[in-house]
């Protein structure tokens, strides 16, 4: 297989592990190396990516940075938040949608550049491996795919260090004299942390980690009330002011994380079979989940409410364990964006020391009917003595099972 691959485009961060896995390639399988960086929202990560690459030798025109921001969240956050998607009651998948629309990319750029395989950094013990290739191989079904993690012998950072002092590989200085004491992921759905002191479950995390929150304990004193619009439930406006889709993550980010809203510390199930401990930070994710199903609570029907959160674990389990573009979330999602059309209105919430609380939320299309549902005199538009029929009907089961002894 290493004779017949010339040509291998690796999704490329310019961080240590990418930058060990470029060489590698490049001497194990003697072939050219396309780099693909996504600017998915990381920050500062991105700028240096093109400068590292040259420095190992990528030819210009074999270096991609893409600035994929307004598509994620418009394709694929937005999409997942219509679904009401969390993961093991807590996680709102920030990791996990990311990497079926770098999988898009990669195999885009495969094509391009007519490549004859892909590669990632994914470890072989990590649920990211299975999302890339699992998304490579629904759009390129002969591809082929190079996962280092599963090769090489360089299973340690120190490894990776001496590699990259043996081969002159740049990294960063402060990374090199001891570096953060755990690994973090970084995009603009969320940051995550994990690895290092953080495998230990009891550990608390020093407040120095968190990047995009303040504690709750220093968030401002006073409440402040956000207005958000939606339109077939997606969010087009924050505080009457009409933004693309990743400018509206963004903002939701600000004003959650100066408030504390979305820190998450919780011990999840990965795919591969292993329990992991991970530290997230998800205040524009936490702010959109509470305010949609504020406003689908008014202008969709119980027993669709009903259905949606029934398949939802599903949807997050396909979501988590890479079938992004599989048949069965296509299908699903066709449903639930079908269920959306009448989801348009206005939800205000109020942010206050790491809590969201919805505070009002209004509908043209909203399905709530103050005369029936009033305490005071309805003026005959609902009957009350009609529940006496339906109670005994549902009983009925009950109390023939009752009369037979049965408990």
């Known amino acids: 297989m290493k004779g017949n691959i010339k040509k291998v485009v690796l999704a490329y ?85 990311a990497r079926p629309l770098i999988s898009k990319h990669l195999i885009e750029i495969a094509r391009k550049t007519k490549a004859d395989a892909i590669s990632h950094g994914a470890t072989g013990k990590g649920n990211d491996q299975v999302r890339f290739e699992l998304g490579a191989y629904a759009l390129m079904p002969d591809v082929r795919i190079i996962a280092p993690w599963r090769e090489w012998d360089l299973l340690s950072r120190e490894k ?27 995009n603009l759905l969320h940051v995550s942390y994990e690895g290092g002191i953080l495998e230990d479950p009891s550990f608390e995390p020093e407040e120095s980690m968190w990047r995009i929150t303040v504690s709750p304990e220093k968030a401002p004193a006073r409440p402040e009330h956000v207005e958000l619009e939606y339109r077939s439930g997606d969010i087009v406006a924050v505080n009457r002011k009409k933004l693309s889709a990743a400018k509206v993550l963004a903002e939701l980010n600000r004003l959650g994380g100066r408030h504390g809203i979305g820190r998450l510390d919780m011990v999840e199930n990965r795919y591969v079979g292993m329990k992991s401990r991970g530290c997230y930070e998800t205040p524009g994710g936490t702010i959109m989940l509470k305010a949609h199903r504020a406003i689908e609570s008014i202008t969709l029907d119980r027993e669709v409410l009903a259905l949606k959160d029934d398949l939802m674990p599903r949807y997050a389990r396909m979501i ?22 009448p989801v348009n209105g206005t939800v205000r919430v109020k942010l206050y020391k790491g809590t969201v609380l919805v505070s009002g939320r209004a509908s043209k299309d909203s399905l709530f009917d103050p005369s029936i549902a009033t305490f005071e005199d309805d003026k005959g538009a609902y009957n009350q003595a009609d529940a006496a029929g339906f109670i005994r009907l549902n009983a009925l089961r009950m109390r023939i099972a009752a009369r037979r002894g049965r408990k």
């Open 13 to 97: 961060s310019g961080g240590l592990d990418t930058s060990v896995i470029l060489k590698w390639l490049q001497d194990k399988y003697r072939c050219e190396v396309v780099t693909f960086t996504a600017d998915i929202g990381q920050g500062e990560e991105v700028s240096p990516a093109k400068r590292k690459a040259l420095k190992l030798g990528i030819k210009p025109q074999n270096i991609f940075i893409e600035d994929l921001r307004e598509e994620f969240v418009r394709d694929f956050v937005f999409p997942m938040f219509r679904a009401n998607a969390v993961y093991e009651g807590e996680y709102l998948l920030g990791t996990s949608i």
């Open 320 to 341: 988590y364990n890479g079938y992004w573009f599989s048949p069965e979330r296509r299908l699903l999602q066709s449903l639930i964006d079908a269920s959306q059309a």
């Open 160 to 186: 990776l260090l001496r590699y990259a002092e043996r081969h002159r590989i740049p990294v960063d200085f402060a990374k090199k004299k001891g570096g953060a004491p755990y690994s973090m992921d970084a």
